[in-house]
């Protein structure tokens, strides 16, 4: 649906989901950001504990994270929610990950250092652009893959 049309019930977030367009100043979404936000900090500060410390924060923040990963901080992210990572993966330092479209990583994969996976979107139509809309694609990256650094 268009975001224009006043039938269009859906939040901020479903039309993001959906991959429609949507406004990203909504308060739902920014109470989404800072809490991903919070718990990318309360991460940075338990992988100085442990990796498996600073997995159990990535529990609570990733839509999913399978076993034996290690992610190094920082982290980046909008949401987190959005983000599922498989088994046996590595993210070197300092990971970008905007998920306002879901992120699938697959297993075995390997990421170097300062990696930008980019979901948002703009519109190619500058009315649109003025009205402060975007959109997002989903990323999918498959098993066994490797990203070098500044990818």
């Excluded at 406004?23 to 739902?28: L, P, V």
């Excluded at 519109?123 to 999918?140: G, M, N, S, T």
Aim: aromatic share 8%; hydrophobic share 40%.
């Amino acid at each position: 649906m268009s975001h224009d049309n006043p039938t269009d019930t859906r939040s901020q977030l479903e039309r993001m989901q959906s991959g429609d367009l949507y406004t990203a100043d909504d308060e739902e979404l920014a109470a989404e950001q800072r809490r991903a936000y919070l718990l990318m900090r309360e991460f940075d500060t338990q992988y100085a504990v442990s990796i498996e410390a600073g997995n159990k924060v990535l529990e609570k923040l990733l839509g999913s994270i399978g076993t034996n990963v290690n992610i190094r901080p920082p982290l980046y992210i909008d949401y987190g929610r959005f983000i599922h990572i498989g088994d046996d993966t590595f993210v070197n330092y300092g990971l970008v990950a905007l998920d306002v479209a879901p992120i699938t990583i697959g297993r075995n994969v390997k990421i170097g250092t300062n990696v930008q996976l980019l979901t948002p979107t703009h519109p190619v139509e500058p009315e649109l652009r003025w009205k402060r809309l975007e959109a997002a694609k989903p990323i999918v990256i498959g098993d066994n893959v490797w990203i070098g650094s500044g990818a």
